[in-house]
Structures are given as C-alpha cells and as structure tokens.
C-alpha cells in the first residue's frame, strides 16, 4: 500500500469537488482521484444559468475552476490518477485498497465515488466539432440560450419528449427526429408532444451529420426505410438518447439500478458500509451541479461520521 486515507474520493466534478471541500475542513486525511481534469460535465457546459449566486450565468469551466481553487484552497489533496479496481476484504467492508492504473495502490477507510455519467451519443460527423456550439446534451442546462430558435431534438425516450415540451418554453420550434414509428415515451408525454403546435416529428428517421461552420446550422436525416436524406435548418441540436452511469468499478459491488446507477440512501450510503456515492452516478431524479453539490456535501458529512465511529472518536449529535 502506497498511503492511507480516511476519505478517497474517485472522480473531480462538482459532486467530488464539493465532497473534498467538505472533508478537508473537517480536517479528514483525503484525497480526490481524478483522470483527467477537475470539473466533470460543467467543463463542456457552455453557460451555466441555474446555479445560485450568479443572475447572469456563469461558464462551465469558469465554475468548475473555482470550485477546484476552492478545494485546494482548503489544502485537499488532489492527484492525477485513474482507478483500475476497488478490493474489499471478504466481510464487504472496510478498510478498502483502491487500486490505481499506474500500478499503485492506495488505503482508504472509507470512499466516495462521484465518477458521474455520460451522455450516449450519436457519433456523426458534426457532433463532436460542434459541441457546446448548438450541439448539447441537457435542455435544461442549454435550452434557455436558443430563444426564438429553431432546434431539434434526436431521440424517442421520456427525457427526449419531457425536453422537447420543455424547450417549447424559450424556442420557435423544435422537431423530434426518432428511429423508430412510435415513441418510446410515456404516452401522456406523447400525447403532449402531438398537441404542442411548436414541436414537429421526424419518425422512422436517423440523425446522419449535424451540419456547421462555426455552429450548428442544421441535421441530415435519413429515412429508416426509405434511405432518403434531407436536411433540416436548425440552430440546435439536442442529443438525448439516454445516459450511461460512470459505475462500472462498483458494479459487481454496490447495488445498482437497471440503468447501472448506484443505489443510496438520503445520507448517499450505498449497500456497502464505508463507501458512498453522489453526484450523476447515483440514482437520482436531477442531474445538475446544483444536485451534484448538495450530494457532495452529504456524502462527505456521512464519510466523516462514519470514520470517526471506527476509529471510536464520535460525538453526540
Ligand atoms: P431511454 O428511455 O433509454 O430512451 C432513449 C431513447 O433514445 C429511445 O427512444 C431510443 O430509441 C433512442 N436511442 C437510443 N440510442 C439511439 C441512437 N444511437 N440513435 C438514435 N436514437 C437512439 O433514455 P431516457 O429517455 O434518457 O430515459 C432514461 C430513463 O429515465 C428511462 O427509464 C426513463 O423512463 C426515465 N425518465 C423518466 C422521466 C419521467 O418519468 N418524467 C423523465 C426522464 C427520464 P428506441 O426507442 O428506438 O430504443
């Protein structure tokens, strides 16, 4: 074993940001493992304007510097690293060996994992180039920006048409491009969507190319059946054919939902005593920063309350 840690904490966006805050001011021995850079999905969210504290918006990466400045500040160790495998002693419970894919292996009594999820997308020419430039993956974080727009929506599920009629609130128009003859939504949903004169359907259909200079200017679709292609003129591309749960290190370890997303209680325990979870990769009804940093801080709170009972140093509360 490398070191030994309180609290490690896997994953460096809002959720595992928040959650380091938390544990370096309660003077917890901790550290947050992040792969790549600290920020998760805020660092390709163009404006963030549902975040407490700034009237006009704020970036995404703006934000998520500020919240890592916020962490070291508090002097919360923070290391470059990806986790290749959690070991649990045979009785499901702590001390947990956290193994890295540099080879080393770290210490914890107890872990927080907020490694997020990941929007599925629809990997065309286009999409990629145009992300965050009228390509987006969260209506609710990007549909306020396409005011008197004309957008489309890729995608048949209850977050495709609960979006889509959210989007109707700020855009021109917005036209559902699905795969298939039927939605996959709930039917009251649907039923919502067929009445709203602003959304449009585009059924047995496939996204082909998301078209664009600079930004987007419109989709190619092609027919299921028909194999025809046609362009549809649009400023926005929402891509919501569901989400993808950063979980599979505790698959076979902590109980998850169908869709892979960890199960915790309100307190963010998961079925193993000693490891907690927030953020996207919980089984949550909101994916937002806000959410993400509210579970952050409860699961921190739980983490330190549960390292000091094993090391007998609890209070009264
Ligand atoms: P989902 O139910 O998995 O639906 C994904 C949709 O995207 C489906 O219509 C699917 O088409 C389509 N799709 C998948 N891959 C595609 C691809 N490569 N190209 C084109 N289309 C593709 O995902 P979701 O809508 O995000 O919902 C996830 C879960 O959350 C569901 O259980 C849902 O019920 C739940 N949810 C509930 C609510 C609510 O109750 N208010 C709101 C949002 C989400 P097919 O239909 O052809 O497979």
Redesign the pocket.
Known sequence: MDASYDIVIIGGGPAGLTAGIYASRARMKAVLLEKMVCGGQALTTDTIENFPGFPDGIKGPELAAWMTKQAEHFCLEIRTAEVSKLILKKEQAGPFGVELADGHTLKAVSIILATGAKW?T?NVPGENELLSRGVSYCATCDGPLFRGKDVVV???????I?DALFLTKFVNSVTIV???DR????KI?QERAIANKKIGMCLES??VEIIGKNKVEGVKIKGVNTNKEKTLKADGVFV????KANSDIVKSIVKTDE?GYVICDDDMKTSVDGIFACGDVRRKLLRQVVTATGDGATAATSAEHYVERLKGMEYPR
Do not use: F, K, Q
Not at 154 to 160: C, I, N, R
Not at 183 to 186: D, F, I
């Open positions: 599925n629809l890729v995608g048949g599920g209850d977050t495709a609960e699905h795969r298939r939605l996959r939504a709930t949903l496939v996204c919501l054919i569901g989400l869709h």
